[in-house]
């Protein structure tokens, strides 16, 4: 079974520059989640789907960040314009159903660094 | 405002040996707590898992405690091997919520 794709593995932006990540989640899972691990933290929730309908974005700083799920299957997440403190790894994960106890599958994650 | 205070930050344990990491929370809430596994450059992976209804959970040389009453749970890696060396996270989260709230994690180091 296919894991969590995530790309691109790396990014270095400039501070107020844009940048987007993409995520393609496990086949059939239809719950994905983006969050954002700061080094030396644990990840933290920016954003959670349903199928293509947005479940959880309470975390999501909504004047720079958006996200969005193409068809309920990929998903982007965007960061405009972005700022030093958004140097983080961005890890998308995905799960069968919805609910805290379905297990959550991560994939490698982007590494952000902003200068 | 961390939900899930996890201990200790690192922990350096000789091959053989016990890792014992601790977590609490204070959300009566919560009714999953799941531990991951991370190794660097890699996303998190579900190591073991446990329900408030039962007190351990062991699989192989993992086992989780619950203390229900302290509102705390730790990790037990029995037997440690230097491919356990990775960081680890406690996390917790509602069946009704969707949030897994995640400790700040520990970087376990097993010694040959």
């Known amino acids: 079974e296919a894991g969590v794709a995530q790309s691109p593995r790396y990014k270095i932006i400039e501070k107020r520059q844009s940048v987007a990540f993409w995520c393609n989640p496990i086949?059939?899972?239809?719950?994905l989640y983006w969050y954002q691990q700061i080094l030396g933290q644990g990840p933290k929730l920016l954003i959670q789907f349903q199928n293509n309908g947005v479940v959880d974005d309470s975390q999501l700083p909504k004047d720079r960040f958006s996200a969005e799920r193409l068809k309920g299957v990929d998903s982007t997440l965007k960061i405009q314009p972005a700022k030093l403190e958004d140097s983080a790894v961005y890890l998308c994960?995905?799960?069968f159903g919805t609910g805290g106890r379905n297990e959550q599958f991560f994939g490698p994650g982007t590494r952000l660094t902003v200068l | 405002q961390q939900q899930v205070k996890q201990s200790p930050q690192s922990l350096i344990v000789q091959k053989g040996g016990i890792s014992i990491i601790n977590c609490a929370y204070e959300n009566t809430a919560f009714d999953y707590f799941p531990w991951y596994q991370q190794f660097p450059g890699k996303g998190p992976a579900l190591l073991i898992a446990i329900r408030p209804d039962v007190s351990e959970k062991k699989e192989g040389r993992f086992t989780i405690s619950f203390n229900k009453s302290a509102k705390q749970f730790s990790l037990h890696i029995m037997d440690s091997q230097p491919g356990d060396s990775a960081t680890y996270f406690c996390?917790?989260?509602?069946?009704?919520?969707?949030?897994?709230?995640f400790g700040k994690g520990t970087s376990l180091l097993v010694t040959p």
């Open positions: 994960a995905s799960s």
């Open positions: 086949s059939g899972h239809a719950t």
């Open positions: 996390a917790a989260s509602t069946n009704s919520g969707y949030a897994l709230n």
